[in-house]
């Protein structure tokens, strides 16, 4: 024992150096264990095996999907976006672009289609159409809306739009991630001081006794394991508050920030994916956009019979049927060609009425605890054996550089 004693009284800076290589063991393992997690975006190195990309930018599809089918499954549905909408108010939004629309409308298919007859007549004639038109599109544009809202699982495809843009801008995929758990990652680094820490302490001691060169690899690796391990479990489990030992409290880290954590995760979503130009985008150029022309080319028939019922056929005669049915077309694809601009502004009314951010926060409120641990978890679940073997490896290399300064510089 005197021996011991006499050993770490000549070499206590050394050894008291263990502990604090530990907990840097720890930390260290963590930051590289966090930032694995979301770079590169893009994969740097020699593919395929020999370099690496961020687990969650790497699964961009799949990632984005679980976050996509936790928000569509569970927070928000297309009705929620769209319903929220007043057709009236969106046609008296957008009065002054629609009106210049419509004119450019008139103008081109008439000249397209009667050229002779349209050139001829008087500017005032002229202006009489465009004036007659134009006061009929307002209510054209709420009757679509209308139809749109009724058929509004078919129309607009949410969950393609929110893949769509998380697979497009990985970085953004990222910052849902990392803005949720942001709290969370930082006590990840942190614990690794701690834990790394209080394990070195015991690798201290067992070095002091037994001065094997495997302990200190070993320990190196058991820190860098299991403090990742150990942070992972801390931050989703257990799911309700649950006293160890009588004398602390603890509740998952994640799961006792909900409130927080929903405040940020709506206001993100809000503004950088569920926003009114994405959603106008996804219904007016989205996969479901086809059957928008139908609901268009619809009303574009209706508003022809309505105002040609008596001189139908006068006019199919004059143009030709087939010649009358590309007319049609040809308005209902020029009117979807001018209504995204136009939609443009409507856009801070939309913002308001939608009001994505309030309903996603109440909506994640209500989760149960384990649907709200699947905002973050897919996270950390996807190669998660990868960020804790990582941490393990490099504990183990630190430990065996341990090994050789431990044995250079003992006296």
């Known amino acids: 024992m005197s021996g011991i004693i006499d050993d770490f009284a000549r070499n206590w800076p050394l050894y008291c150096s263990i502990p604090l290589i530990a907990a840097l063991i720890g ?15 893009e994969f740097v190195g020699i593919k395929p095996f020999l370099g690496w990309q961020g687990v969650v930018p790497k699964r961009a599809a799949r990632m984005a999907g679980i976050a996509c089918d936790t928000m569509t499954q569970q927070l928000i549905k297309p009705g929620d976006v769209l319903n929220r909408l007043d057709p009236e108010r969106i046609a008296k939004e957008i009065e002054k672009p629609l009106l210049a629309g419509v004119e450019e409308i008139v103008r081109v298919v008439a000249a397209e289609y009667q050229p002779g007859l349209w050139e001829s007549l008087p500017t005032r004639v002229q202006r009489m159409v465009i004036t007659r038109v134009q006061a009929e599109a307002p209510r054209m544009v709420a009757s679509i809306m209308d139809g749109v809202k009724q058929d509004v699982d078919s129309v607009f495809d949410l969950k393609d739009m929110v893949v769509t843009s998380l697979v497009k801008d990985k970085r953004l995929l990222n910052r849902i991630f990392q803005e949720a ?15 790394g820490g209080l394990i070195g302490v015991i690798q201290m001691g067992a070095w002091i006794l037994f001065k094997a060169p495997l302990i200190m690899p070993l320990f190196g690796l058991f ?13 989703f489990r257990p799911q309700q508050p649950k006293r160890y030992l009588g004398l602390f409290e603890w509740q998952g880290l994640f799961l006792k920030r909900r409130a927080e ?25 989205g996969p ?71 309903l996603l ?41 341990q090994v050789l300064l431990l044995e250079h510089f003992a006296a």
Do not use: C
């Open 261 to 285: 954590v929903s405040e940020a995760y709506g206001a993100l979503i809000a503004k950088e994916i569920i926003t009114p130009h994405n959603v106008i985008e996804a219904v007016l150029r």
């Open 223 to 235: 820190t860098g394991w299991f403090t990742d391990w150990l942070a992972l479990k801390m931050i």
């Open 181 to 195: 758990g942001d709290k969370e990652f930082k006590f990840i680094a942190r614990s690794g001081i701690v834990f």
């Open 361 to 401: 926060v109440t909506k994640m409120k209500q989760l149960s605890p384990a649907e709200f641990e699947g905002l973050l978890r897919p996270a950390f679940q996807q190669d998660e054996w990868i960020l804790i073997a990582t941490g393990a490896l490099l504990g183990f290399a630190v430990g065996e550089a």
């Open 288 to 358: 479901a956009s086809d059957k928008v022309l139908a609901l268009v080319q619809r009303q574009v028939d209706a508003e022809l019979a309505k105002h040609t019922s008596l001189a139908r056929p006068l006019v199919v005669m004059a143009v030709g049927s087939k010649r009358y049915q590309a007319m049609k077309l040809r308005i209902s694809e020029l009117i979807m060609a001018r209504l995204p601009e136009t939609m443009t502004y409507v856009e801070d009314y939309a913002e308001d009425a939608m009001d994505i951010r309030n």
């Open 27 to 41: 930390y260290t393992t963590k930051l590289v264990a966090i930032r694995m997690m979301f770079q590169p975006v």
